[in-house]
Structures are given as C-alpha cells and as structure tokens.
C-alpha cells in the first residue's frame, strides 16, 4: 500500500475497525474505507502491514516527531509493571518509539533502562530529547537480533512492538526470533510484559511456545480512549488491551 493512501483517509474514529483490519492483513480498501476516531498511528500501523516495509516508520518519525503512546500511556500499566518489576531491574524497551513509556517509568524510580528501536530517526531524536537522563539508553537495534550477551536484563518491555512484526511479511517466523532473542538476554525469573490489542487465541501460540518454556499469563486494560462507564464487560475485546506477563521460568505472578 503506498502511504498516499493512507494520508487521505480520514483521521476522526474507529480504531477498532482498523485494528481488526491490521490484525486480518487488510487489503487497501479495508483501511481506507475506515473513519478514523484520534489515531493517525494505528493508519500508520495498517500501512506498515500493507507495505512490510520497516523504513516506514523512518518516515512515520521524520514527519510526526512528537511523543506519542500506542494503547496506553504508563499511567494504564503502571500497577501491573510494578507487580512484575522492580525499581533496580535492568529494564530493556522493545522498539520504543517516541513513547514517553520510558521517561515516566524513570520519573517513577526506576533507574536503568535500555531503549532499541529499528528506527534510526526516532532513536536520533530520543537521544537529543533525552540527553540530560544518563539511566535512559537508546540505541538503535533489530529487536529480533539483539545485541546483548545472554541473561543481562531483568525485564523487557513491548507496547506495540511484537503486534507490528505481527504484520509485515514472515510475520510467524519474526515474532519467534524476536521472542528467541527476548528469552535469550533475559535472566532466570525475568520477566517479558507485552502490551498489545492482540486477543489470546492470536498472540498465546506463539508466547507459550517450548522454545522459550515461559510462564504466561493474560491481563486486560481498558481502552483509555473509552470512558469507563462505558465498558460493561472487560471480556468484550473491542474495549481492552491486553497485556501478556511472561516469565521466564517459576509463575508469571512473582515478581514485584
Ligand atoms: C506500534 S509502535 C510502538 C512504539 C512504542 N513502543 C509505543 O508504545 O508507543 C512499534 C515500534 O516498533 C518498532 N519496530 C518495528 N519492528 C522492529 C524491530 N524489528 N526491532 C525493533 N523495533 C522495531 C517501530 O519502529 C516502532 O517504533
């Protein structure tokens, strides 16, 4: 899909619709058929399905370099990353972008955390916007070949990350050598939180795989984009994100 595309569609509603139309490897006219509510990101997301291009979001970045968080900022996660990590762990951000995930976690107490992204732009513009935080790292990387010795992280962190290289072509064999990787530079008991709109009967198959002998287990957030009142049912899958605690090895409940 060329991003022209994209570019025209309207801006104003329906994440949800295109949402499930990146899930479903939509074809053009799925995408663009769409009312957007808020997120020019999520288009963004469907384009990178459509394109499998990763310069795509060199682009994305060199044309919208302001903060922005996919799903959920971390005041959403803040109470489940606090059951899951500690203060002091050696904390890794899988494909940070220009969240201010990192940052905010920072602010909260935690002192040492190692941003990659496969985005030379946006790793450029997170190092000169946050050069005056030496416990911020950011260092441009394949998160599917991290260059990292084994067993050096406590925590890895994915908002968005493993549902992008749900995308692209070779979408099964990506997401197994990123989930290789992550295992591999993760200590015994660390732990791997991924924050996705992904449902478990699409992301559990390949998160409980015996390659990598996690411990998995499955909350869901609601929506920020959606008043509380109007969420009856946390089970109804439009109106949550999930958020995957995986850990290697023990339960996915320790931690903390
Ligand atoms: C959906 S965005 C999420 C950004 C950020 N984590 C957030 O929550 O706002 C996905 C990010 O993953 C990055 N990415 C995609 N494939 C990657 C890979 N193979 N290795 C590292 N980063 C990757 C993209 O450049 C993009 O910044």
Redesign the pocket.
């Given at each position: 899909m060329d991003k022209g595309a994209i570019e025209g569609v309207g801006v104003k509603d329906d994440i949800t619709r295109v949402e499930q139309a990146v899930n479903n490897r939509a074809t053009k006219e799925d995408v663009v058929g769409v009312k957007t509510r808020q997120d020019k990101?999520t288009l963004?997301?469907a384009a990178?399905c459509l394109s499998g291009k990763?310069s795509y979001?060199d682009d994305r970045?060199t044309k919208d370099p302001e903060p922005?968080?996919?799903?959920?900022r971390y005041s959403g996660i803040k109470d489940l990353v606090a059951a899951q990590m500690k203060h002091e762990d050696n904390v890794l951000?899988?494909?940070?972008?220009?969240?201010r995930?990192s940052e905010d976690m920072l602010e909260d107490g935690f002192t040492s955390i190692t941003n990659?992204?496969?985005?030379r732009v946006?790793i450029d513009q997170m190092i000169e916007r946050h050069k005056d935080k030496p416990a911020l790292v950011w260092q441009r990387?394949?998160?599917?070949a991290l260059e990292y010795p084994d067993e050096s992280f406590d925590a890895a962190v994915?908002?968005?990350?493993l549902?992008?290289?749900m995308c692209g072509e070779g979408a099964s064999a990506?997401v197994a050598k990123?989930c290789m990787e992550v295992s591999r530079v993760l200590k015994p008991n660390g732990v791997y939180l991924v924050?996705s709109y992904g449902a478990p009967d699409s992301r559990l198959k390949y998160l409980q795989s015996d390659d990598y002998s996690w411990t998995v287990s499955v909350a869901t957030l609601p929506k920020p984009a959606i008043s509380a009142a109007a969420i009856p049912d946390t089970k109804d899958a439009s109106a949550v994100h999930y958020v995957y605690l995986c850990r290697k090895g023990g339960t996915a409940e320790e931690g903390g």
């Open positions: 990101l963004a997301a990178l990763v979001w970045y922005f968080d996919w799903y959920q951000m899988l494909g940070c972008g220009n969240s995930l990659i992204d496969i985005s946006v990387m394949n998160a599917m994915d908002k968005g990350t549902d992008s290289l990506n990123m924050i």
